[in-house]
Every structure is written in structure tokens, then in C-alpha cells.
């Protein structure tokens, strides 16, 4: 037996943010790892490029390698498949680098509210839902909860083991609402609460 979600809020943000900017934004990850890899990688050709330029221009012959990667690229038609496939991982590469740098990342870092002065703060939403169930294990009747919380959407799945549903349901939108108030995101996300009983054994 389960009972309908809750109503989400209807007030989808709490405060202005607390700044002169608003809400804030999202964190922006720093994305060490694709930057790292992407500077090595210019790096590591560049300077093999440079290297067999300056051995040129010093008399020395070309490498060995740039000289025949030249020869195969003047024999290559584009339509054929070394080509093509080369073309294909360079363009997902660089659809991969520039989805990285203009999007912010850090998608389980909830924003708070800023109260004053410029310092942010973010809560984590695997340290929220652990909030928040310990606050629905907490009413009475309620043997057990689980919380995801999202981006935009808290949902919580609780059974209960005594007590009218409906009662049941009322105590955790309450509670709930106070534990998200309390959070101090800067968003508030809406909150569905689902709530069942186990199912009584049958006789043989």
C-alpha cells in the first residue's frame, strides 16, 4: 500500500541568495585531469615538432617518423577509414574538451545560501540525505527511510510499522520542510514523501 507524493513546494527558492549576485550558481569544478592530460599531450607534440624543426634547420635529417607520416598523408584519400576514424576520435575529443570547460561540474555540491561577505559554501547531497533521514527516522512510526536528493527534487521512501499512513505522512512533510529550511540551500528543492507498510504474511 502506498500513499501519493506530497505536494512539492511551491516556493522554489528561499532568500536572495544572500549577495548582491542572487541565487548563486553552481560550484565550477577545477577539472585537473583533463587539463593536465590535454597541456601534456600540446606539450609532448609541440615540442617534438620543435625539436625536428631545429634538427632541420641544423642540417640534420628530419625524423624518421614525421617523414614517413608525411608520405602516408600525401597517399591518403579523406574518404578512406584511417582517416575518417582519425577525424572522428580528434572531433570527440574536442567535443569532450569543450563540454568540460563550459559546464560547471561538481553536480553533488548543493549551494547554500550566502548570508554575507563573499565567501561561498555548498553541502554535499549525499551528507543531506543523510540529514534528512535521520530526521524521517525520527517521527514515530516510521521503521525505515531512504532520501535521494537531487539537483531540484528531494524524494523520500519511508515504511511504516504502526500508525495510520496518512498520519504517518503528515509528521514527515512536516519534519522534512523544517530539515530543508534548515539546510539553508540556496535552492529549495521540491519534496515528494512516499510512504507504505509491509505487507502482512500470508496464512498456509
Avoid at 6 to 31: I, L, N
Avoid at 84 to 102: M, Y
Amino acid at each position: 500500500m502506498s500513499e501519493p507524493p506530497s505536494r512539492p513546494d511551491a516556493e522554489a527558492t528561499e532568500g536572495d541568495g544572500g549577495g548582491e549576485g542572487g541565487v548563486p550558481g553552481r560550484f565550477w569544478s577545477v577539472r585537473r585531469v583533463p587539463a593536465a592530460l590535454a597541456a601534456l599531450t600540446v606539450l609532448a607534440a609541440a615540442g617534438l615538432l620543435l625539436y625536428d624543426v631545429a634538427a632541420v634547420r641544423a642540417g640534420r635529417p628530419g625524423m624518421a617518423w614525421r617523414r614517413a607520416l608525411a608520405e602516408d598523408l600525401a597517399t591518403l584519400r579523406l574518404d578512406e577509414t584511417p582517416v575518417l576514424v582519425g577525424a572522428g576520435i580528434a572531433a570527440a575529443l574536442g567535443v569532450w574538451l569543450i563540454v568540460l570547460a563550459l559546464t560547471p561540474g561538481l553536480r553533488a555540491v548543493l549551494p547554500m545560501r550566502r548570508a554575507e561577505g563573499i565567501v561561498r559554501a555548498g553541502l554535499d547531497r549525499d551528507a543531506a540525505a543523510r540529514v534528512l533521514r535521520d530526521r524521517a527516522t525520527e517521527v514515530a512510526g516510521v521503521q525505515s527511510a531512504r532520501v535521494r536528493v537531487g539537483r531540484t527534487s528531494v524524494s523520500v521512501r519511508a515504511r511504516s510499522h504502526f500508525r495510520e499512513l496518512d498520519e504517518v505522512r503528515a509528521d514527515l512533510d512536516a519534519v522534512l520542510d523544517a530539515g530543508l529550511r534548515e539546510l539553508g540551500l540556496a535552492v529549495r528543492p521540491a519534496l515528494s514523501v512516499y510512504v507504505d507498510q509491509p505487507s502482512a504474511p500470508r496464512e498456509r
